[in-house]
C-alpha cells in the first residue's frame, strides 16, 4: 500500500475512533509496526495527530477553522461559485463537497427545483429554509472545527447514491493536472463523491495553481469541466485541458 493510501486510511481510523493502537492499525492495514510507527512520526510533524504510549490520537484542532478559510479569497470564491451555478440544470441531482467554495455556490442554488446531497454542514445551513430544494444530508462524524461530516458511514451512504454532477473542492491542482488536498481525512470522501456523479465538476480559485497538498484525490483524467478565474494558461490548466477538460472561466 502506498504511504498516501496509508496515511488516508490512519487517519480515517482516527476520525471515527478518536484514537487508534499501533497493533490495531497493523491490522486494519496489514502492515508492519514498524512501518506504521514510522507513518505516525510522519503525520505528527504534520500536525494531524499526536502520537501517545501504544498508538496515537487525533489532534484537536489540525486545520484552520471554516469560517477562517470562509474570509480568505471571497472575491475569487464567489466568483467561481457563481459561474459553477450555471451549470446546474432544474431538477438534477447535484454533490457538493466540504469546503468554502461550494458553501458558496449554496447560496446561488436558492430557490432551485433540484436535489442538493452533501456532507458539508455549512450547506445544510444555507439550504435548510429552502422549499424548493430537496435536500439530502449524508450521515458520518461530525467535524465541528470544519462544519462538516466524514467517515465510513459517509462513503457508505455515497454508494447507495447517484448524482447528475458533483462541485469538487481541493487544496491545489499541481502542474501535471493532479487534484490535491491537505486534509487527509477528507480524501476518501472525495474520491467517494467522484465515483458516485455523471459529471465532475473542480472549483478551483487562482489561488490553487499552483498547488501542493498532502494526499492526490485524482488525476485531471478524471475531472470533465474546471471552473476557476486562474490565467486562461499554465500548467496545471493546461494539463486539464489537454485531456479533454473543458475550462469554465469564472
Known amino acids: 500500500m502506498l504511504p498516501q493510501r496509508r496515511h488516508a486510511e490512519i487517519l480515517r481510523c ?17 502492515t508492519s509496526p514498524a512501518t506504521i510507527r514510522r507513518d505516525l512520526i510522519w503525520l505528527e510533524r504534520e500536525g494531524v495527530l499526536t502520537r501517545v504510549h501504544g498508538g496515537a490520537v487525533l489532534a484537536p ?21 457563481k459561474a459553477a451555478a450555471t451549470l446546474v440544470q432544474d431538477r438534477e441531482s447535484v454533490l457538493l463537497d466540504i469546503g468554502t467554495t461550494t458553501h458558496r455556490l449554496a447560496a446561488y442554488l436558492r430557490g432551485r427545483e433540484i436535489t442538493v446531497l452533501t456532507s458539508n ?3 445544510y445551513e444555507e439550504l435548510a429554509d429552502d422549499n424548493a430544494v430537496e435536500l439530502i444530508l449524508l450521515g458520518g462524524v461530525v467535524r465541528r472545527n470544519y462544519r462538516s461530516m466524514v ?10 447514491v447517484r448524482a447528475d ?15 490535491m488536498d491537505d486534509t487527509v481525512v477528507e480524501v476518501p470522501l472525495k ?8 459529471q465532475v465538476v473542480l ?6 495553481f499552483p498547488g501542493g497538498g498532502l494526499a ?15 490565467d486562461a494558461t499554465g500548467p496545471g490548466v493546461d494539463a486539464m485541458r489537454e485531456v479533454g477538460v473543458e475550462v469554465l472561466k469564472a
Open 14 to 30: 482516527l476520525t471515527q475512533d478518536g484514537s487508534a493502537s499501533v497493533t490495531a492499525l497493523c491490522e486494519q492495514l496489514a
Open 61 to 81: 484542532s489540525h486545520e484552520r477553522p471554516f469560517d477562517r478559510v470562509a474570509s480568505e479569497d471571497c472575491g475569487a470564491k464567489d466568483a467561481v461559485a
Open 121 to 123: 454542514l455549512a450547506v
Open 151 to 160: 467517515g465510513f458511514l459517509t462513503e457508505d451512504a455515497l454508494r447507495q
Open 165 to 179: 454532477r458533483v462541485f469538487l473542492g481541493a487544496a491545489g491542482v499541481r502542474d501535471d493536472g493532479s487534484v
Open 191 to 198: 474520491r467517494a463523491m467522484v465515483a458516485a456523479a455523471d
Open 203 to 208: 472549483l478551483a480559485d487562482r489561488g490553487k
Open 216 to 230: 492526490r484525490i485524482c488525476g485531471p483524467e478524471e475531472i470533465d469541466v474546471l471552473v476557476t478565474n486562474a
